[in-house]
């Protein structure tokens, strides 16, 4: 198929977590919104399926396509910013780590992110990227405006009773083309990090719930076989910047929670029962650490080690008693388990298909190293966090289909029209689509 988009050298592709691959019939790269737009008419006329890329981040097959594949590695960049009312428009392709330094220049940043800048704006918005921040939303809740290219190569602009239900749209509508922010102006975070006692935060709903209320992102992570916890507290401040020295950072970062990091998981790995100990070590190893710095260098950490991952949201009281009962099977199943857990926080939403749509929400993320078997502790997690009313993360593994889901999210029949009304002959669906929202 001929295309006016540069056609990409290379035809397979698989994600990051090597969890989803695919052949696709042709890959392009378009410059422009134009490009782009012929580029999906063109496939569709001849019948072909179409999914954009990203970077591959998610650990579901969300992207996978036999068909045209979108590259949307030029379309980047912010085209344009506007100070006076916090608004800017960037292109869909644009990574997070990019995005952050560009709207800084114009004096603005994003409220809230995740801990992973590696993923395109719209891949991260698509799949429910949400942070952390008991009164904040995640990215979802942070778009004013979007436009999609349509099967035919219609350029739609969304309108405001379109966007809560585009802002996660899954690749299910159209490829995204712009996204147009409500930004804040920039602003810096203090970063505390250090060691605690399980019973310090997770004792019970009144203990997390201090917690969260006391900073404005606050996240932890609990070592499965331990009583310990690495809490990160992180809250706007007025200066001045105090960046970690960048040695610190390369020996906490790079060489400790990767490469060290990545070392015991290759020896845990073939040596299961040493895990307990190991994690009590690592749960005292990492010190206490505080830093001042722009807010988008304070939200992401780095991550080369691969893992599997499995996360839902559930209501933010009942993430104590979710960690007590995944911390019992644990201990009755005798499975050892060398990644922490992780647990984030949201406030209620609009969004059609946030995870925190009408509650507040707790995240709890459960990782397995990509070296060992994660079905037997993911099949225990997920029946745990599913009996608390866990909604899944859409970029993350899970096993529920479209009548579980229908029953989790109040307006996922009113995404399912929209769904028909834009895209009825599903140029944009895949196996993976057609699980999670019926045909």
């Not at 579901?60 to 608004?87: E, M, N």
């Not at 707790?362 to 994660?374: K, M, N, R, S, T």
């Amino acid at each position: 198929m001929a295309t006016t988009g540069a056609t990409a050298r290379r035809r397979t592709w698989s994600n990051w977590a090597g969890t989803a691959t695919a052949s696709p019939a042709d890959v392009v790269a378009p410059a422009s919104v134009e490009e782009l737009q012929r580029d999906v008419a063109r496939a569709a006329a001849a019948g072909l399926r179409v999914k954009a890329l990203g970077s591959g981040h998610s650990f579901t097959p969300i992207a996978v396509t036999d068909g045209l594949a979108i590259r949307p590695d030029r379309l980047r960049g912010i085209v344009s910013a506007d100070p006076a009312t916090g608004t800017a428009t960037v292109l869909a392709g644009t990574p997070l780590h990019e995005l952050g330094p560009a709207l800084w220049e114009h004096g603005l940043a994003m409220p809230n992110l995740g801990d992973i800048d590696v993923q395109t704006l719209a891949g991260a918005l698509a799949t429910g990227t949400h942070g952390t921040g008991r009164r904040l939303g995640g990215l979802g809740t942070q778009v004013a405006g979007m436009q999609l290219v349509l099967a035919d190569g219609t350029l739609y602009d969304c309108p405001a009773d379109v966007v809560p239900a585009a802002a996660i749209g899954l690749g299910a509508l159209g490829v995204v083309a712009t996204v147009t922010l409500r930004c804040v102006p920039a602003f810096l975070l203090r970063a505390r990090e250090r060691s605690a006692g399980f019973d310090e935060v997770l004792r019970d709903p009144a203990t997390f719930d201090r917690f969260t209320a006391a900073h404005d992102h606050a996240e932890l992570y609990w070592f499965p076989h331990t009583r310990r916890l690495l809490t990160k507290r992180n809250d706007r401040a007025d200066g001045p910047v105090r960046p970690l020295p960048g040695w610190r950072r390369r020996f906490d970062d790079e060489f400790l929670s990767n490469t060290v990091f990545g070392w015991t998981n290759q020896v845990c790995a073939a040596r299961p029962s040493w895990i307990p100990r190991v994690n009590a070590v690592a749960a005292r190893a990492l010190g206490a650490r505080e830093f001042t710095d722009r807010s988008y260098r304070v939200f992401a950490t780095p991550r080369r080690v691969v893992f599997r991952e499995t996360e839902y949201a559930v209501p933010r009281d009942a993430v104590p008693a979710v960690i007590g009962e995944i911390e019992d099977w644990l201990r009755r199943s005798g499975e050892n388990v060398a990644f922490p857990i992780e647990v984030r926080v949201a406030a209620a939403d609009d969004v059609w298909l946030s995870t925190a749509f009408g509650r507040d929400s707790g995240y709890v993320a459960v990782h397995q190293y990509a070296g060992c078997d994660h079905t037997r502790y993911f099949d225990a997690a997920e029946s745990i966090l599913r009996d608390a009313g866990g909604r899944p993360h859409w970029g993350k593994m899970h096993s529920l289909g479209a009548d579980d889901l229908a029953a989790l999210y109040p307006r996922f029949d009113d995404f399912r029209a929209l769904r028909d009304r834009l895209d009825p002959g599903r140029t944009f669906t895949n196996p993976y689509l057609r699980r999670i929202l019926g045909d």
